[in-house]
């Protein structure tokens, strides 16, 4: 493969290790397994947060006995200052759904950078609750909304109100108070340029991300206020530790999946920054005896999380005991090797984690070996943004997108799209649930109104069609070829736009028999921050966000960062006394 480049100041005076091949990194089975990293939009948000000494605060607390009403807070940052304005409503349990079709949900908020007025609380009072049904405002930047958790939320009333901590047990069943649907930008109102010109946010998704941190601290305030309407001489409020211990849950399906393929630019940014930051990490030459403890103290904490890993899918969940084992394993062999005293020994560590063939084992140790090195990590996350403009070079000769598709496409031709199985299924966009939706070819109607995701055939019909055309057309023009096959003008652009970007297509038939739509989404979802990933299909599943991330008033602490592989103590309900508080 070609060396890579840096894509941040400095970036190639690092020294850095081969990056695996997208040949490897870039097919579903892997990018099935990947899990967060210190580079997901979850820990960089946080890191921003705390360096720029951001503050969150109430300016607004409405809310009955029953905790329905309006909630503002209010985020200070060195940029401009935004509001989080929430609604909390009563809800019939019958529409309570994570479909996205539905129209009722329990919170409904926005992420807004006007300054709010009682005007503007009306006029959003009115509009918030029907989200994209309603009208919005120029500057408001993600409109979301979010159900009570059935298992969870009740429980930690009852528990608060009684003067007691919720059970450690049932946070690790469920992780979470509330889930949130639709907040990763598909209702966004202020278009993106809008977003960055205010200063706050440089990167993608870290205005999703802050929405999802202000829905979690949103449902804290929910329980503790409704638990001491009902009892407000014995109510507590939750302890910082327990409060840690809870996310933010979300419902994601397949209306996530095709963002990888309509995004190249944003993938292979994304895929680039975890796989440079796993080559420096490789390439440092002695491990001092501290991150070696470090490293040890890491890859206990992500055994203990995941055996706090739940789901009901039998595939993850076989996935899931293999990797327990693995961790194990790793774990003694690490012990037996000697990592203090050895030459490049994280190169050796992942070396070892690749001889088991276990993807998942595989991935968990990239992000425990990123954990390591914060100060050749972190800085990638800058390259995490991309232009995402694709352009057609009329131009170019046709020898020259010729020899682009041979480097860049090889793996496109070993697929016999002659084969039915290998045309199984067809992408298309649902007017009834306004998702991209998944058809079998030979079985459904619709195939006509296909969704352009089949790079793969694509490419290889454009392929096809170049040698048909004969060795006298290798010196004419893209130009001249796209007057002659028009229907190829959106792949010659895709495939011209994206030479060099190693890691911008996913390398796999997306309409085969096989294809599992859950690796793409798992795959977006980790680069996210997202973790305890509980499939309840091959289509769509549920998953955790920012759970152990600090607290708001946390994060002035020098551990601010220190929240991978969250574990919640269920131990301590083995020493409950009746009246449980939290050290």
């Not at 530790?241 to 630019?265: D, E, K, Q």
């Not at 890859?299 to 009901?312: E, I, K, N, Y």
């Not at 697929?415 to 079985?443: M, N, T």
Request: hydrophobic share 45%; charged share 30%.
């Amino acid at each position: 493969m070609r060396p890579a480049s840096g894509f941040v100041a400095g970036a190639d005076r690092i020294p850095h290790a081969s990056l695996r091949p997208p040949s490897k990194v870039m097919l579903l089975a892997r990018m099935g397994a990947f899990h967060p990293t210190r580079v997901s939009f979850v820990r960089t948000l946080v890191r921003r947060m705390a360096r720029e000494r951001w503050r969150i605060e109430h300016e607004r607390f409405d809310l009955d006995a029953h905790g329905y009403g309006d909630i503002v807070y209010r985020v200070v940052t060195p940029a401009a200052t935004l509001r989080f304005v929430a609604f909390s409503n009563w809800l019939d349990p019958s529409e309570r759904t994570d479909r996205v079709i539905a129209t009722q949900w329990d919170s409904t908020f926005v992420l807004t950078a006007a300054e709010v007025d009682d005007a503007l609380i009306a006029d959003y009072r009115k509009n918030i609750p029907l989200q994209e049904a309603g009208r919005c405002h120029p500057f408001d930047l993600v409109l979301s909304r979010a159900n009570r958790s059935v298992r969870l939320f009740e429980h930690a009333v009852e528990c608060l109100a009684g003067g007691r901590q919720p059970s450690f047990a049932k946070l690790a069943e469920v992780g979470y108070l509330m889930r949130t649907t639709a907040v990763y930008g598909k209702f966004g109102v202020g278009d993106f340029e809008a977003v960055l010109a205010g200063g706050v946010f440089s990167l993608p998704f870290q205005a999703e991300m802050l929405t999802v941190y202000l829905a979690r601290l949103l449902s804290f305030d929910l329980v503790e206020h409704i638990a001491r309407a009902r009892a407000p001489d014995r109510a507590v409020g939750l302890e910082p530790r327990v409060a840690r211990c809870l996310g933010v849950g979300n419902a994601t399906g397949l209306g996530m999946a095709p963002f990888l393929v309509t995004h190249p630019r944003l993938l292979d940014r994304w895929i680039h920054a975890r796989e440079l930051g796993l080559a420096r990490v490789r390439a440092v030459e002695l491990a001092e005896p501290e991150r070696v403890a470090r490293f040890a103290e890491l890859l206990a904490r992500a055994g203990r999380h995941v055996a706090q890993w739940r789901t009901d899918d039998a595939r993850q969940s076989a996935r899931i005991d293999a990797l327990a084992s693995e961790l194990r394993w790793l774990s003694g062999w690490s012990e037996k090797a000697g990592l203090a005293g050895m030459r490049t020994p994280w190169d050796a560590m992942m070396r070892a984690a690749e001889s088991r063939g276990c993807a998942e084992l595989e991935e968990m140790t990239l992000s425990l070996l990123l954990e390591l090195h914060p100060e050749i990590v972190d800085a990638l996350e800058e390259g995490t943004g991309a232009d995402e403009r694709l352009a057609t070079i009329p131009a170019m000769r046709v020898r020259k997108l010729a020899a682009i598709i041979e480097r860049d496409y090889g793996w496109a031709f070993g697929f016999d799209f002659d084969d039915p199985k290998e045309q199984h299924r067809f992408w298309y966009y649902s007017e009834e649930k306004e998702e991209p939706r998944l058809g079998e070819r030979f079985h459904e109607p619709g195939a006509e109104r296909e969704y352009p995701l089949h790079v793969a055939r694509d490419v290889r019909e454009l392929r096809q069609v170049m040698l048909a055309l004969g060795p006298s057309w290798r010196e004419r023009s893209v130009a001249e070829l796209l007057l002659e096959q028009p229907r190829y003008r959106r792949t010659v652009r895709r495939v011209q736009s994206l030479s060099g970007a190693e890691y911008a297509e996913i390398r796999d038939n997306v309409i085969g028999e096989t294809c599992l739509p859950i690796d793409m989404l798992r795959c977006k979802l980790a680069i996210f921050g997202a973790s305890k990933f509980d499939p309840k299909s091959d289509r769509w599943t549920r998953i955790t966000l920012f759970q152990g991330a600090p607290l708001p008033d946390e994060l002035d602490r020098e551990d601010v960062d220190d929240w991978a592989f969250p574990v919640i103590p269920v131990e301590l309900d083995r020493a409950d006394t009746g009246d449980r508080r939290v050290p």
